[in-house]
């Protein structure tokens, strides 16, 4: 069970970054994927989730309106595509998996079961 999380790296406020999260190793097919952030010294915040299907997002109220995630599940990837970032941004992102949950569970970091090895993100202002 793997998830590859890329894309991060410097970028000023304003502008945009697309993450991607590569998973392999079990058939993701069925689960749900999702986006969390840890800033330093800040606790882990949600930011974006997606049902197995694609048809369902959730969003955190920090990003809501700017980041969009998406999956392809012909890659086995979903992507987290963020905009009009801003220095309260700057965070280890982190892609996660679960087996199928309650969609109020879907924001709540314990209910993801696998966990990818982030990827920073620094905005500058």
């Known amino acids: 069970v793997q998830l590859q999380a890329s894309g991060g790296g410097l970028v000023q406020a304003g502008g945009s970054l697309r993450l991607s999260c590569a998973y392999s190793?079990?058939?993701?097919?069925?689960?749900?994927m999702g986006w969390f952030r840890q800033a330093p010294g800040k606790e882990r915040e949600f930011a974006a989730a997606?049902?197995?299907?694609?048809?369902?997002?959730v969003y955190g109220n920090s990003v809501k309106g700017r980041f969009t995630i998406s999956r392809d599940r012909a890659k086995n990837t979903i992507y987290l595509q963020m905009n009009s970032l801003k220095p309260d941004d700057t965070a280890v992102y982190y892609c996660?998996?679960?087996?199928?949950?309650?969609?109020?569970?879907?924001?709540?970091?314990?209910?993801?079961?696998?966990w990818g090895q982030g990827t920073l993100v620094t905005v500058s202002s």
């Open positions: 997606i049902r197995w299907s694609g048809g369902t997002t």
């Open positions: 190793g079990r058939s993701f097919r069925d689960f749900d």
């Open positions: 996660a998996a679960t087996s199928r949950v309650a969609y109020s569970a879907l924001a709540d970091s314990a209910s993801y079961h696998y």
